[in-house]
């Protein structure tokens, strides 16, 4: 069984920083990318960042360079810096990762860690 875990969400001041963990665990052979979406309450689930197994980028157009994935993959994890907070970045994030468990490769979610930025 393949878990995403996060942690690092909470609850910061405008301008602020945050820095967001995502452990996989389970039977996992390989991952191949790996990246963080988020979603604010009324709206879809949006791509923030991912990363590939090699350690290419890709950043949505709102992160205007604020954000950083980076990822630790002898410890399968991907983290995600949050610099310069803005109120609109308030939402769920969401982990996720393609995966080869050895049966096959597939697509998993963690369960959300909430971000929420208000003074």
């Known amino acids: 069984q393949v878990q995403l875990v996060e942690s690092g969400g909470g609850l910061v001041q405008p301008g602020g920083s945050l820095r967001l963990s995502c452990v996989a665990s389970g039977s996992i052979s390989s991952i191949d990318a790996m990246g963080w979406f988020r979603q604010a309450p009324g709206k879809e689930r949006e791509l923030v960042a991912a990363?590939?197994?090699?350690?290419?980028?890709k950043y949505a157009d709102f992160v205007t360079g604020r954000f950083t994935i980076s990822r630790d993959n002898a410890k399968n994890t991907v983290f995600l810096s949050l610099n310069s907070l803005k109120p609109e970045d308030t939402a769920v994030y969401y982990c996720?990762?393609?995966?080869?468990?050895?049966?096959?490769?597939?697509?998993?979610w963690g369960q959300g860690t909430q971000v929420t930025v208000s003074s």
């Open positions: 990363i590939g197994a090699g350690g290419s980028t």
């Open positions: 996720n990762a393609d995966l080869d468990t050895g049966w096959g490769s597939a697509n998993y």
